[in-house]
Each structure stands twice: as structure tokens, then as C-alpha cells.
């Protein structure tokens, strides 16, 4: 059912709210979703730990690839366990870490006081310097019972070894190996307000926003507004989603968001046949990457653009390593260019970017149907059935074959095979726009000696080339949904639940109503009381775990 | 007074005493009835492992025509001629699907590993062969398993203890030998053994972890549960492998520690692929022989195989659906070549742990290795005879140089077989028609 908020909360303030957020119909109320057990990606760690302690900290040491869930690797995080083989390397780490922090170089900064007699142990330092860390690690206070075993370890250690940090080092190390760190666990209460409901405690949602806007460990700030109770309210998480927005860490947890939604993490294991593309070089492809989220962060962050123009806009970022492949002079010989497409250069928009032509494409060709695969699935959520098992593609897949030159006339005649024509129909086209760009993303204008037709149809937006193909998918109402659908997702760590179906179609329309602005979204969510309901998992026991 | 007489001690007793006249009979008394060695007093591990190879084969080119011990080698299958011996073929096994999609690359490996298919593609939600004969024989080793890539891609693994519990692969040769070799190993030969004072500290460190347990599992439901258990274990796990280093390990004669590989390049280039998981056998049969492990997962290459030659505009997988079959060969020669280096590549691996001497056979007959692919003919994901081959005697349990041809049969009858051989007490194995309570006989020993 969907409640209206008043509009005269503040008399003063009317007319802005009228104007900021419409003031349409408010929030509709949710059925919350049962707690979250996320495992932190190796990004999430690494920034925690830099942020926690010291910048120059070596994490050293080998992450578990994450698992993709619905798109996204925030939503398998939520599934992920952690294997034999992962722990071993969390342990590592973890004694990596711990031992940084007490060194000689770190332990005055670091430790909160100093031990009676650096050789002997000194509880009371012990004890200061663990609940300090273990607050942090923890993203909440850690009680007594925790503190127990860190510390008496610590004790004995340090009697051990006639070393007070050595020592200290081990309590450390007990607290980055807990799940307690490696995962972030959702925590519900009862509801003060409603003995009959759940919320999720103050720690947790401080938890949840710091991962959401900074992919990084909640900031002293953002704990203590949690152990002041501020949270609990409304007003005290608008107050800190606005210091979170203005930080200059939000583009960092925007860069995250665009990392996993984009499929980055391809990216560690790109390569390209360098004898078909000699101008494919990992420095490259890091390069496209960059391009990529910089042009991003500059159009959605700094420029406050419409989400859809990223697939039309004519600006970007170059180096003069990506100059080369673009073949556009690049004056910098260092770092990086602003630079502006001419209005009949056939770049325009992400889809041309460097970054998605050589991430859907194979090591030594092009692809039509990985990327139209990709912009079904990534840009616009939409699953493309698993190719079914037995299929003949040879007769027509010979490149060697005078008849078939080009891979618009390959998969014309593949398409019509009954069984494959249903999913590369709704593949195809769009990959088919973006066959001006080869296997490393370099243009062209024919292959094997035919030109190149790059015209089609995206769900009825017919189009001549990749530029338009960029204005048919800005049009197409499913791309804006999908982004919006996938920042929820992202920062809940988890698929809607079937009780958020009003207020899914609620963010769509917020969305929309804004402009399809980024920030206005990220705020409209952090902001919501659907991104913190919750309800218990419906099977809970809780004796004899 | 019991004679305490081992091999080490009647070793050293000849040399330090001049006791030459001890007669080669005498020494019969070292091993058991299955004519499997005893060495310093205890039995022989024996180890399982797989080997995966991507993308299939040719059948006409790999499936030998006779049956039995003497099958003859076609085209694909003639690299293992050196050592035939140490192997048996088995073809005709089938993946059953009751009715799920034949999902590509996928179904096959599962049907083989984790006794079913699924209805979608994903995680494997079963154990596989290695975790559940792991589970029963290798717990008392510093690994309970060790999982490798030659293509450099910790993704590339199969092996699961549940849809949550993936092992994933080490990828380079040089991070294998450092987490195996690294500042933890204790050679087990070493004259003196001093326990660590800092190990003890450091399993402390994980019991801490592990009395966290209750506390954290409080809220959760059963799926969480479950997968924070699987983290639970995992530290578990370390602590065993901890406590193992506060004890003198058992002499190992075959354990030899070789120098540290260089850090070279990892991909999917298949020389560097094969160069690759030549360092990376090396590295398993000194792990092996060094007792520090006794189950291991080896990807030669994918399921749906990345494997590509420089220049080539394809990938062997790609290759295998769009290259055209040669009218003349009858079938297709750049695809085939790929299965012609994957052969060779489990021709050497075989041969590496053969290399290795342990008590009076080699490292291999103490070992079963089962190396199998995704599929039979990949151009049509065929998976009504999945290739799967064994290498090793399993301790002297299992007979080798045998084909077996069993059309038609659940190809769970070779894991449920392997699961026998190992130890494993299980009475029937797989699901719905791939159940099965029948093992393979011929390779019984």
C-alpha cells in the first residue's frame, strides 16, 4: 500500500522538496529481506585495511575469485564460502598485516599506548590496542567475550616471546582471520517501534552504507553517529549519506559499482593473439579500463549527466598507449587527455570503448554474439538462454568460405537453424553494430576484403550504425531500469525480494523523475527504508547450532 | 623385548655397522600382501587424483576398437604408448540426464564428479569424488587437497564440496611450490625436529576463531549456515595442518625438495600451458612423495578449452564448433591437434609421478589418478562416452593396462568404483538412473 508523506513537514522547505523530489507518492512499504552474510571482495579488504591501519600495509597474499550472481559479485557474495585453500591465504595475510602493524616503523602511530616494558606484557596496552582495532575490524564494538581470547593470546605470546608487540601481533591476527572481519553479517533487532518487526541494528547499516557509497569499512564518524543511535532515524542516516556523498571516496565506491557491473574483473585474465593484434598490450587494456571508469566518473560524479548519455556522449579520457589503438594524436606523453570524438567519428559512447570491444570479443576475432550477449545481459539485465547442446555450426562458420566473408553473412546462415535463430536473433543485431571494431577494439571498415554493414534493430529501434545503436539503447527504457535495478542489488548484496515489487517500480520511476542522475539514485536509495528492512531468514535455529 | 626393526633402522644399521650380510630376503618383511611396500614401518599412502582435459576427443581417432589388455592406440591415444602400462581406457560410459538439458561442457564433468546433473548451469551443489574419498583417506596430511591450473586461472577447478564450497586452482607454478614449500615445510627427513614454538601460537589463534562459531552463526538460516560452517571448516582444517607441524612427520624416503621455479608467464598459450603444467607435475610428485598432501586436482585445461595456438583467430573450443571437419581426414585437424597435445601433456604427467622410486614401486602405483574430459566428441557436446582414463595401481588395488568398453552404462560406475578402491565404504553412488552399486570388476585387482 503506498503512503503519502506530507509535504508540509517544514513549511520552508516546500516548495524545494516540491522541486527536489517531486514529493510524489512517498516510500511504499516493503517486506524486508532476511540478513545478509557477504563475504568482503578483494577491493573491500584491501581498502579496509588501508583505511583501518596505514596506506603503505602490504595485504600480500591471494584472494578466491568471486562468484557472479544475477550480474553482479556483490550478489555472490552473499553465497560464496571460503575454501581450505582461501583460508590458508587469509591467514597468511591476516599474520602479514598484523606483524606491519607492531613494527618498528608502524607501532607509534598505530598502537593507542605504549607497554610498561616493551619485552613483558602489559595487559591494560594490550587490552586498549585490541579494542581499538577489533572496533574497527568488527565495524562495531567488540564485547568482553570477544576480547577474551585475543587478549589473553596476546598475554601469552608476549610472555613467550619476551616481545610485548609480538604479541600483540597474534591478537591481531585472531581478529582478521574472524569472519566477523572476512564477512559482513546483517544484524537484526527488534524493532522498538514495532515489537512485531525487525531493524537492522545501527552497526549494520552503517556496515552496509560505508560498503555501498566507499567500498570501504565504515569511518570512525559513521560508528560513533551508529553508537550514538543516530541512525536509527531517518534524519541521522540523510545526515550521513550527505557527508558520504561529498566525500571524495565516493568515487571510489562508484568506481567499484561500475567495476563488478561491468564485468572488470575479466580484465585479469584479457588476452589477445599478438601475432592477429600486436597492438593488444596488458598496459593497453588496463588503459581501456581507466578509460573507461574515469569517463564514467567524470560524466555521472562531476558532470551530474543523465545515466543513458554515457551510450551517446562523444567525451573521454585518453593516454597516448590508448591514443595508438584510437588513432587519435595524443600530446601527454604521461597520464591522461581529455578528449572529444569529432561529431563523424564512429566512436561514440561506451559500447565503443576499447573497454567492451576487446573484453566481448575472442583472443584472435570478433564477436557479435558475446557482445550482444553482453549488452543483453550486462547493460540491460536481460538473461539469453544457454545455447542448446547439439549444433552445427561449421558449414557456415569458415571464415576460408567465399561465400560467407563477413560474420554478418556467417551468422545470417546460422541463424536460420530453428534451434539457434530464437537467441542470436536477440544477440546478433546488436553485435553485428559493433563488428567496426575488431577482436582489440581497433576500427575498420570491411573484413576480409566485403565492407562491414553495421546496421539493426535493438527491440524495434531500427539503426544504421554503432552510433546509433548507442542512441536506441540511451531510448530503450530497460537500460536505465537495469542500471537502477543494479545499484539497489549492488548495495544490498542480494536479488529483490518478492515483497519489494512496489518499491522496485518506485526506484524506477525516482529514477526517471531525477533525470537518470547517479547521485540523486545513490541518495534516493541510502536514503530509503526499504535498503534497511529486514526480516528474519525463515529458518532460524537458534539453539543447538 | 619387541624388535623395533624398520626400514630406516636396518638401512643405517648396514651402513654404520657393516652388516652386509643381511640377505635380500630379509627385506621381504617390509611389504605386505598386495606386494605394496612398507616404508619406515607404515604402509604406503595411497593418493587420488584427476586430470582434466578440455573439450573431448575424436572417437574414431581415441577409442581403441579391442577391448582388455590388448587395445590397440589410434591416432589421439598413441602418446601414452611409453606408458601404457601404468593405464586403463575406459569408454562408452554415459552421462544420463532424466530428462535436464544437456547443458554444453558442463553436465558431462558433473555426471563424472559429482554423481548428477543439474537442471541449470552453476555451481557443482554436490561433492565431488575428491572431496568425499579426501574425506575418508586424506585428512591426516598438511593439505587436505591441492588444486592446480596449468592455464593460470584460479577459476578453473572442479572440484566442490557443495554449490558454496568451491576449491579454487592455484595458477602459477611459482605460488604452488611457495604455499607447498614455502617457510611452513618441515622436510620430513630432516635429521633433528624442534616443534615451533610460534605454530602453537598460531593454531591458538584459530581455536579463537573457531569458538566464534556459535556466536556468529546466531540469526542466520540454513543456507548461511551451511556456508559459514564450510568457513568454519576451512579454519579447522588450518589447525590440523598446524598441529601436524608441532609433530615429527614420518620419514618420507622418496622426498626430495627440488630448487624453486622461476616466476614465468601464465596463460592460455598452449606451449605455455604445457610448459606450465610440466613445472606444476614436478612440483605435485615432490609434494606426493613428501607426504603433504594425499588428493590433488590437475586442469591441463578447461572444460570448454581456452587453449589457443599464437596466430590462430580461435580458441580450441571455438574451434571444435566452427572449424570445418577435413573431407579427406574425417575430422577436424586444428582442433585435433589440441587433443593430440592434451594427450601428450597426460602421457608426461603419468610419467612424472612414474619418475618418482617409493618403497620397492614407484610413486605412481601408489596412486590412482583418474584423468577424464568434458565431453566425448565436443563439436556436438556429445556425452554418451565420456573419455575418462585411469593411471596407477592404487596402492596394488587396481589392475592396469585394461580397456574397458561399457556402452550405455552410468559413467558413475567408475567414481563409485574409484571411491571402493580408495577406501571409501559407500554401498551405491550417483543419482536418479546413474545410480549404481556395480563397480567396474575388470580393473579390480
Known amino acids: ?545 | 623385548m619387541k624388535m623395533n626393526l624398520d626400514r630406516r633402522r636396518v638401512l643405517r644399521g648396514m651402513l654404520g655397522g657393516g652388516a652386509v650380510t643381511v640377505a635380500l630376503p630379509f627385506l621381504d618383511c617390509f611389504l605386505n600382501t598386495n606386494g605394496t611396500a612398507l616404508a619406515a614401518g607404515r604402509p604406503l599412502p595411497v593418493r587420488f587424483g584427476t586430470w582434466n582435459w578440455g573439450c573431448g576427443m575424436n572417437p574414431q581417432r581415441w577409442v581403441p576398437t579391442k577391448t582388455g589388455t590388448n587395445f590397440e592406440l589410434g591416432a589421439e591415444l598413441k602418446y601414452i604408448e611409453p606408458v601404457r602400462e601404468h593405464i586403463n581406457v575406459f569408454s562408452g560410459f554415459k552421462a544420463m540426464l532424466d530428462g535436464k538439458p544437456n547443458l554444453p561442457h558442463f553436465s558431462g564433468v558433473q555426471a563424472l564428479r559429482a554423481g548428477g546433473v543439474a537442471a541449470q548451469m552453476g555451481p557443482m551443489d554436490a561433492p565431488t569424488l575428491d572431496v568425499l574419498i579426501g574425506d575418508a583417506v586424506g585428512t591426516d596430511t598438511r593439505f587436505r587437497s591441492l588444486e592446480m591450473a596449468a592455464t593460470g586461472d584460479p577459476k578453473h577447478s572442479y572440484s566442490y564440496r557443495s554449490a558454496t564450497g568451491f576449491n579454487p586452482a592455484e595458477g602459477s607454478p611459482l605460488a604452488l611450490y611457495t604455499r607447498i614449500f614455502g617457510p611452513d615445510f618441515q622436510d620430513p627427513n630432516a635429521a633433528d625436529f624442534k616443534p615451533d614454538p610460534n605454530v602453537m601460537l598460531r593454531k591458538s589463534v584459530l581455536t579463537g576463531v573457531t569458538e566464534q562459531r556459535e556466536d556468529f552463526l546466531r540469526q542466520l538460516g540454513k543456507a548461511d549456515r551451511t556456508r559459514m560452517d564450510e568457513y568454519f571448516t576451512s579454519v579447522r582444517q588450518l589447525e590440523q595442518q598446524l598441529e601436524l607441524q608441532l609433530q615429527k612427520p614420518p620419514p618420507a624416503e622418496a622426498c626430495h625438495v627440488q630448487p624453486k621455479p622461476a616466476d614465468g608467464p601464465v596463460g592460455t598459450e598452449v606451449g605455455m600451458v604445457m610448459a606450465n603444467h610440466k613445472i606444476m607435475a614436478e612440483i605435485l610428485a615432490m609434494a606426493l612423495a613428501c607426504n603433504q598432501t594425499k588428493i590433488f586436482n590437475m586442469v591441463f585445461s578447461d572444460s570448454a578449452s581456452t587453449l589457443r595456438m599464437p596466430g590462430e583467430q580461435m580458441i580450441h573450443h571455438l574451434m571444435t564448433h566452427e572449424e570445418p571437419v577435413d573431407k579427406a581426414l574425417g575430422y577436424q585437424p586444428k582442433a585435433a591437434y589440441f587433443v593430440e597435445r592434451s594427450m601428450e601433456s597426460w602421457a608426461l604427467f603419468v610419467k612424472t609421478l612414474a619418475s618418482v622410486r617409493e618403497g620397492d614401486g614407484t610413486l605412481l602405483d601408489n596412486c590412482l589418478v583418474m584423468g577424464h574430459s568434458d565431453t566425448e566428441y565436443a563439436r556436438i557436446h556429445s556425452i554418451s562416452g565420456i573419455p575418462v582414463m585411469t593411471a596407477g595401481r592404487a596402492g596394488g588395488r587396481m589392475k592396469t593396462g585394461i580397456h574397458v568398453s561399457a556402452v550405455g552404462e552410468p559413467v558413475t560406475r567408475l567414481g563409485f568404483t574409484f571411491q571402493q578402491l580408495m577406501g571409501v565404504p559407500v554401498e551405491k553412488w550417483g543419482q536418479g538412473s546413474m545410480q549404481t552399486s556395480k563397480p567396474v570388476s575388470e580393473i579390480v585387482a
Open chain 1, 1 to 545: 500500500m503506498m503512503r503519502v508523506r506530507s509535504c508540509l513537514a517544514g513549511a520552508a522547505g516546500l516548495v524545494l522538496a516540491v522541486t527536489l523530489s517531486g514529493c510524489g507518492p512517498s516510500e511504499p512499504a516493503t517486506s524486508g529481506s532476511p540478513p545478509v552474510v557477504q563475504r568482503l571482495t578483494e577491493a573491500q579488504y584491501r581498502q579496509s585495511i588501508a583505511d583501518i591501519f596505514a596506506p603503505d600495509i602490504k595485504v600480500g597474499g591471494r584472494f578466491e575469485p568471486g562468484t557472479r550472481k544475477g550480474g553482479l559479485l556483490a550478489v555472490g557474495g552473499s553465497v560464496v564460502a571460503v575454501s581450505a585453500s582461501g583460508f590458508e591465504q587469509y591467514d597468511v595475510m591476516g599474520r602479514t598485516i598484523a606483524n606491519q602493524v607492531v613494527d618498528a616503523k608502524h607501532r607509534e602511530a598505530l598502537a593507542p599506548c605504549k607497554p610498561a616494558d616493551p619485552k613483558k606484557p602489559d595487559a591494560a596496552c594490550a587490552r586498549q590496542t585490541l579494542a581499538k582495532y577489533g572496533r574497527l575490524l568488527f565495524r562495531r564494538p567488540v564485547g568482553e567475550k570477544e576480547l577474551a581470547s585475543p587478549l589473553a593470546l596476546a598475554n601469552r605470546a608476549a610472555e613467550a616471546d619476551g616481545d610485548f608487540y609480538a604479541g600483540l601481533a597474534f591478537g591481531l591476527a585472531q581478529f582478521l582471520d574472524s569472519p566477523n572481519f572476512i564477512f559482513r553479517k546483517d544484524v537484526a533487532e527488534a524493532d522498538p517501534s514495532d515489537s512485531s518487526k525487525q531493524r537492522l541494528s545501527a552497526y549494520s547499516k552503517a556496515t552496509r552504507l560505508s560498503f555501498f557509497l566507499w567500498n570501504t569499512t565504515p569511518d570512525n564518524e559513521l560508528i560513533r553517529a551508529a553508537e550514538a543511535g543516530e541512525l536509527d532515524s531517518r534524519a541521522g542516516i540523510a545526515k550521513q549519506v550527505d557527508r558520504m556523498l561529498a566525500s571524495p571516496r565516493l568515487e571510489t565506491g562508484v568506481r567499484a559499482f561500475f567495476t563488478d557491473f561491468l564485468g572488470f574483473d575479466k580484465f585479469d585474465s584479457l588476452a589477445k593473439d599478438s601475432l592477429i593484434y600486436p597492438v593488444f598490450t596488458t598496459k593497453v587494456s588496463r588503459d581501456a579500463e581507466e578509460q573507461t571508469l574515469r569517463t564514467l566518473v567524470d560524466q555521472l560524479l562531476v558532470q551530474k549527466a543523465d545515466y543513458r548519455d554515457v551510450f551517446t556522449s562523444r567525451k573521454t579520457f585518453l593516454t597516448r598507449n590508448l591514443g595508438i589503438v584510437y588513432k587519435v594524436p595524443v600530446g601527454l606523453e604521461s597520464g591522461w587527455e581529455a578528449h572529444e570524438f569529432p561529431a563523424d567519428d564512429p566512436h561514440v559512447g561506451l559500447l565503443t570503448e576499447l573497454s567492451f570491444t576487446e573484453l566481448h570479443a575472442h583472443p584472435g576475432r570478433s564477436s557479435s554474439t558475446l557482445r550482444g550477449k553482453a549488452v543483453r545481459e550486462i547493460l540491460l539485465c536481460q538473461k539469453v538462454p544457454d545455447p542448446p547442446a547439439n549444433v552445427n555450426f561449421t558449414v557456415v562458420q569458415d571464415t576460408s568460405n567465399p561465400q560467407f566473408k563477413t560474420a554478418r553473412e556467417r551468422l545470417t546462415a546460422h541463424r536460420t537453424q530453428a534451434t539457434c535463430a530464437g537467441c542470436h536473433k536477440i544477440m546478433d543485431p546488436i553485435g553485428l553494430a559493433l563488428e567496426n571494431f575488431d577482436g582489440a577494439g581497433q576500427y575498420r571498415s570491411q573484413e576480409n576484403g566485403a565492407a562491414i554493414d553495421p546496421s539493426g534493430e535493438l527491440d524495434g529501434a531500427k539503426f544504421k550504425d554503432a552510433a546509433e545503436l548507442g542512441q536506441a539503447l540511451h531510448d530503450n527504457p530497460s537500460a536505465a531500469a537495469c542500471l537502477a535495478n543494479s545499484v539497489y542489488r549492488y548495495g544490498a548484496g542480494r536479488e529483490f525480494d518478492p515483497g519489494e515489487k512496489d518499491w522496485q517500480k518506485y526506484l524506477l520511476d525516482q529514477f526517471a523523475r531525477n533525470g537518470y542522475r547517479l547521485p540523486d539514485l545513490l541518495k534516493f536509495i541510502a536514503t530509503s527504508d526499504a535498503f534497511y528492512a529486514v526480516r528474519p531468514a525463515g529458518d532460524v535455529k537458534e539453539a543447538g547450532l
